[in-house]
């Protein structure tokens, strides 16, 4: 079975996240105007509401996968969307905190298509803001009550602390000589996976879902995240900066250990042999060396280990889904996303 996108998939799509975008910026823009001004000013800058100085030119927007997906798994357990928007706000806020953080660990000048928020107004505010959204995570939750609500704050809390754990494994793995795939998926399912599976669970939560169905959803949300991270690896590899609003070769420049490059480190073949020597200098890439390391990558095979494993996790997760939902159930909606996130072109 293929995940392929077909043009029928990005046509469903399209509408689910611009209808997600616009339910939870409303919400995120009532919760957010108790904020100080300076601290609302870059709270609304990362999420694209204003530019630096405030003025109403809307720039660098996400593409609200996550609480399209909140959004998606409240339909699917027989709610409705409009459920799920402080759900879908809250993981909105706390994705966009980790993005905050991780610019000013990784020294990323540039997220989609325009400067980084501390690249934008320092480094000291900018951390300061990422706080300031981590803060309003529990606070849009509980602007909406409803039977489920203590859980959604603590399956929250517990993948944001996930999150910053795996956030913690990638920084790590950049100081070692030696990291295992193994290691580096457990990683990639708390940075990426964890917040994944909350937005769903949390979606469900909003939406009335059982017990069963919470937990399923949450797994489903998981290996999804998973699919994401290898689609999201492949796309800071070969991705065109045009389309993802980052430099190309950047994770390869700061020798990151991405998964497909952690793939190839572990193989015997000669590009591999090659890959290994040049990720073993102690100093950032030059031009000619990631362009080189990009070429090594490819011919040892990287690029079709991560396609077909980021096509094995989402029919992983897909199979979750078939065997968790009630008869009758509308997942859609949540299928579509699936094959978008997995295959999109950001």
Known sequence: MSAMTTDHDENRTGPLLERARGLIDA???????????????????????????????????GKALRPALALAAARATGGLAEHAVAAGAAVELAHNFSLVHDDVVDKDETRRHRPTAWKAFGVPDAIVAGDAMLAMTSRVLVRHDHPGLAESVRRLGAAIAELCEG?????????????????????????????????????????GGTDGQVAALDTFGRRLGLAFQLADDLLGIWGDPAVTGKPVGADLRTRKKSLPVVAVLAMKSEPARRLRALYSVNRPLSAAEVARATELLELAGGRLWAREQADHHLLSALDVLDRSLLPGSDATE?????????????
């Open 334 to 346: 949540l299928r579509a996303l699936s094959t978008l996130i997995t295959r999109r072109k950001l």
């Open 27 to 61: 919400e995120l823009q009532a919760c957010l105007q108790d904020l100080p001004p300076r601290m609302r000013l870059i709270c609304g800058y990362q999420l694209g509401w204003w530019d630096a100085l405030g003025a109403g030119r809307p720039g660098g927007t």
């Open 167 to 207: 956030q913690h494994l990638d920084c790590s793995f950049e100081r070692r000589a030696g990291v295992g795939l193994a290691e580096c998926l457990e990683m990639a399912e708390g940075k990426t996976g964890a917040l994944f599976g909350a937005a769903c669970a949390l979606g469900a939560l909003a939406a």
